[in-house]
């Protein structure tokens, strides 16, 4: 998409205004290259002395002023050199007659400015300038070095670990470790594909693992729970896959990981290639004056991304301009699903954050958005779905895959998919966030029926369900039975948000008195943890009650002997 030069003016007004004018900045010969080095500087060489100079001088002071804004948005800098009184800079500077209008960028002299000396001729070259320039700065070069890959062994074999010292060199240097026990069908099942995994990108990274039951400390002490248990650890972090365990998925994975940090810098020209090849991505849009914490919080909340979407950077103001984001805004994150990018999904203003909570803040938003706007959920991916850290809500579908004419699976998934859409782009906004899903109901077809009462005979089925509460409905705020289409749906959304239908619950009694009496034991141990006085307090009174207590029934189970001295003698005193 081409864009024209005047999208700087365009972008002018959004920068607020500066009430005196502009201050003209002065280079000497002690200052010129350390303060040239970075960015793009507009430099006038001039004598005091020249007619032409004198001339030029309002237009240059309306251009100062006129361009401020951009020092903080693209890095573009306007400066003078008086040569009358540095004339050793102005010679170094290869400067003939005045005034000369020089580009310097990092530090290097670009190009003497031969065009008429006009406001309007020179705003658009400053604009061309600026606008060029934003397109080729990546991170690295603000000061974020890039990260250091891990170092591999160069095998192409499966490495066998025995011992602490081996896990922890591969640790240290990077690995793809897989925890085992021999006796799993799954890890037999498994073990094929890790060797070609081996083979495949073994040169830049080992693949390895450890028999659990012969190293059980070992796999004990790295937190495994059940096998096989795949980690990856690489740059110091250490990252659990729980996704697919194909070949393909596994090494897109472990490639991902090697590259976790790092993030690509685009262009408004590649935006619609990689709109047509992701069906998540975000793109981190950022100034020449963004801070150096926001842009390490972004690199390092991006590890959440691991083997999923993929995020980008980009400094070009033709795609602040494509995206709809105002560059005087501040850095903005965007999320694009569905493969459009006309829209994003979703903006995260850093403008709403601090540098302190950046990374958190920005983690939390790219765990809510990276799912696609429609996931099929099978084994490898329940957890983050149905159980996902931001409790969200999940429309789910059942629909059954086998059996089926050519296309008809296809239509069903089509047709959820634009139900999903609508309700992006016009449902209400819940807090918890709503994901739209479906699962194969012949391969899920007890656990749907199960749990949510779906048959496989009636699917496609729907239901609106509720994960961290362990409930769902299946009706509309009419009490009809949920349809497979966007009105029915819209309505169970809305009726569940409102409290106004009735759930059904997903799990047995058994479990929800379990549950509930953890809620409750939960709830004290927090009461008690913020009233500790009070806590203290009832458990002395407690303690001093139940003393008593036991004395009376040690009492009364053993009577005294003046007692039985009154009962004998008939006596009343």
Not at 107 to 112: D, S
Not at 122 to 133: D, G, W
Not at 189 to 206: N, R
Not at 427 to 448: C, H, P, S, T, Y
Request: glycine share 6%; with cysteine.
């Amino acid at each position: 998409m081409i864009f024209t030069l005047p999208l700087l003016a365009l972008l002018a007004p959004l920068i607020p205004s500066f009430s005196q004018a502009a201050e003209l900045r002065q280079l000497q010969s002690d200052n010129f290259k350390q303060v040239t080095s970075q960015g793009q500087w507009l430099v006038e060489h001039y004598s005091p002395q020249c007619g032409h100079c004198r001339a030029f001088a309002p237009t240059w002071e309306k251009l100062v002023e006129a361009k401020q804004y951009l020092e903080g948005v693209a890095g573009f800098h306007m400066a003078q050199v008086n040569c009358l009184a540095q004339g050793d800079l102005c010679d170094e500077n290869g400067i003939k007659g005045y005034p000369t209008i020089t580009l310097f960028q990092d530090g290097q002299m670009v190009e003497n400015y031969q065009q008429p000396r006009g406001f309007d001729e020179l705003s658009t070259y400053i604009q061309n300038s600026a606008t060029k320039y934003s397109k080729r700065r990546p991170l690295a070069q603000a000061g974020i070095p890039p990260p250091e890959l891990p170092s591999a062994s160069g095998s192409t074999e499966v490495v066998s670990i025995s011992s602490k010292d081996e896990l922890d060199r591969i640790k240290s240097q990077g690995g793809f470790v897989k925890f085992f026990a021999p006796w799993c069908g799954h890890c037999k099942k498994l073990a094929p594909t890790w060797k070609k995994l081996a083979e495949e990108i073994g040169p830049s990274i080992t693949i390895a693992e450890v028999n659990c039951d012969e190293r059980k400390a070992l796999c004990s002490a790295e937190g495994v729970m059940g096998y096989p248990q795949l980690y990856l650890y690489a740059k110091g972090q250490k990252y659990e896959h729980n996704g697919g365990r194909t070949l393909d998925a596994m090494s897109k994975f472990a490639k991902k990981a090697l590259e976790a940090g790092e993030l690509e810098y685009i262009n408004v020209d590649r935006i619609e290639s990689i709109t047509k090849k992701e069906e998540v991505f975000f793109i981190f849009l950022h100034t020449y004056s963004a801070s150096r914490k926001i842009l390490e919080s972004v690199m390092s909340a991006s590890k959440a991304l691991l083997g999923e979407a993929v995020i980008y950077q980009s400094r070009d103001l033709e795609l602040f301009s494509y995206t709809g984001a105002q560059p005087s805004s501040g850095p903005v994150l965007l999320c694009f699903k569905d493969h459009d990018s006309t829209t994003p999904i979703a903006t995260f203003s850093f403008a709403e954050t601090t540098d302190e909570s950046a990374e958190q803040d920005v983690s939390a938003f790219l765990r809510l958005h990276k799912l696609p706007i429609v996931v099929k959920v099978d084994s490898h991916n329940f957890k983050e779905v149905m159980r996902s850290d931001q409790g969200s809500a999940v429309v789910l579908a059942g629909l059954r895959t086998k059996g089926r004419k050519d296309g008809e699976l296809e239509t069903e998934i089509e047709q959820f998919t634009r139900v999903a859409r609508a309700w992006r782009k016009g449902g209400r906004r819940f807090e918890q966030g709503v994901i739209f899903a479906w699962m194969d109901g012949d391969k899920w077809e007890n656990w749907l029926k199960s749990n949510y009462g779906m048959k496989r005979s009636k699917m496609p089925e729907v239901r609106v369900t509720n994960p961290p509460k362990f409930e769902y409905y299946d009706v509309t705020l009419e009490i009809e039975p949920i349809e497979f289409n966007g009105e029915s749906i819209f309505s169970t959304l809305e009726g569940f948000h409102q409290n106004t239908l009735r759930p059904r619950t997903v799990e047995p009694l058994s479990h929800r008195l379990f549950r509930a009496s953890a809620i409750k034991t939960e709830g004290w141990k927090t009461w008690a943890m913020e009233n500790m006085a009070k806590f203290i307090m009832i458990c002395v009174g407690l303690s001093i009650a139940g003393i008593w207590l036991a004395r009376k029934l040690i009492l009364w189970d053993f009577p005294s002997d003046h007692a039985n001295h009154l009962k004998l003698s008939n006596r009343l005193d």
